[in-house]
């Protein structure tokens, strides 16, 4: 009999074929949000997960859950998933790593572009009906060419957002909870390595590409804020948590630092409704892995773990290596 897996959120159809060659899949192409408790039942009696984000997996689900083994998660970032949870209970976990790095470094341009140049404003404004005539100070914004850009967390996708600064002449300081090695910092546009506080007194343009944990909490909070630039702008790509959404729109408001370019939010898709009455930030719905070949890209990883896991070979994006060495 094949092994039993949820499919937690819809998918590209040709992956629940490609699940359903190995599995009896049980799928959600209506796309239902699953509570906790909905996601408990629907998950007695599988042994595999094919999941995204959105779903958390912590010992209270995991101990209800005796026969599954593997969670394969559909995104590079797993702070829904308690790895060490999935340890004790000797169920496999992976993400999917690299294949979104340059389409995510894509979008943090786009984003920093968007923000930094008003572009979503003024095309707000246009299409408010605003433009009778030029203006010498329309919608004056921050250059990017020959700017610092700071980049907090310098993993992949740091690295390949900041390599694209080259184009744009710019100098690019970074911090990161380790620092790079010499080829990695050549690679990224000769990145120096600084401390938060340098980082944020200096960059006019500060990208936060870091994993959410505990740790990040709030790594943007009031007093970071304060220390930036009243011209500078942040993006953040990384996770919602990373930065504190109030904190920043009173920034915003008061216009301590100039804008942000924001892809993710504390509590989403149920973000803070006070950004919506600001000009000064660009809202986009977590899309920066969003083109058409990356999320299939993604789609196709993920279901590569889950296979590999069920069929007793090393998930080729193991999070927790221990449960595989138990195995013996
Ligand atoms: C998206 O946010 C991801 O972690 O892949």
């Known amino acids: 009999m094949k092994p039993a897996i949820l499919v937690t959120r819809a998918v590209f159809p040709e992956i629940l074929q490609l699940l359903a060659q190995h599995f009896e899949v049980e799928s959600n192409q209506d796309d239902v949000i699953f509570s906790p408790q909905e996601l408990a039942a629907k998950l007695q009696g599988k042994q595999g997960v094919f999941t995204t984000a959105s779903a958390r997996f912590n010992s209270d689900l995991l101990r209800q859950l005796p026969e599954l083994k593997m969670i394969a998660q559909m995104a590079v970032g797993y702070d829904n998933i308690d790895v060490a949870a999935c340890s004790a209970h000797a169920v496999m976990a992976s993400n999917t790593p690299d294949v979104l790095n340059e389409t995510t470094a894509d979008f943090g341009w786009a984003l920093l572009m968007a923000t930094a140049r008003r572009i979503t404003e003024s095309e707000h404004w246009l299409r408010a009906g605003h433009w009778h005539k030029?203006?010498?100070?329309?919608?004056?914004?921050?250059?990017?060419?020959?700017?610092?850009?700071?980049?907090?967390?310098?993993?992949?996708?740091?690295?390949?957002?900041?390599?694209?600064?080259?184009?744009?002449?710019?100098?690019?300081?970074?911090?990161?909870?380790?620092?790079?090695?010499?080829?990695?910092?050549?690679?990224?546009?000769?990145?120096?390595?600084?401390?938060?506080?340098?980082?944020?007194?200096?960059?006019?343009?500060?990208?936060?590409?870091?994993?959410?944990?505990?740790?990040?909490?709030?790594?943007?909070?009031?007093?970071?804020?304060?220390?930036?630039?009243?011209?500078?702008?942040?993006?953040?790509?990384?996770?919602?948590?990373?930065?504190?959404?109030?904190?920043?729109?009173?920034?915003?408001?008061?216009?301590?630092?100039?804008?942000?370019?924001?892809?993710?939010?504390?509590?989403?898709?149920?973000?803070?409704?006070?950004f919506l009455g600001l000009n000064n930030v660009v809202l986009t719905p977590h899309i920066?892995?969003?083109?058409?070949?990356?999320?299939?890209?993604?789609?196709?990883?993920?279901?590569?773990?889950?296979?590999?896991?069920?069929?007793?070979?090393?998930?080729?994006?193991?999070l927790n290596q221990d449960v595989w060495k138990s195995k013996g």
């Open 134 to 274: 030029w203006s010498y100070n329309g919608f004056l914004g921050a250059d990017i060419h020959g700017s610092t850009l700071g980049v907090i967390g310098m993993g992949r996708i740091g690295q390949a957002i900041a390599r694209r600064s080259m184009g744009f002449n710019m100098r690019v300081i970074y911090h990161n909870r380790s620092r790079l090695n010499a080829e990695q910092e050549a690679y990224a546009n000769n990145a120096s390595y600084v401390s938060k506080e340098d980082l944020l007194r200096s960059a006019d343009h500060v990208v936060l590409v870091l994993p959410y944990s505990t740790a990040s909490h709030h790594t943007i909070g009031a007093a970071e804020l304060a220390a930036m630039k009243p011209t500078a702008t942040l993006v953040n790509l990384a996770r919602g948590g990373i930065v504190d959404d109030a904190a920043l729109i009173a920034a915003l408001r008061a216009k301590t630092i100039a804008a942000a370019g924001l892809d993710v939010f504390e509590n989403e898709p149920k973000f803070h409704p006070d």
């Open 288 to 318: 920066a892995s969003a083109s058409e070949a990356t999320r299939r890209a993604m789609a196709g990883c993920a279901a590569a773990n889950l296979i590999a896991a069920l069929s007793g070979q090393r998930p080729p994006n193991l």
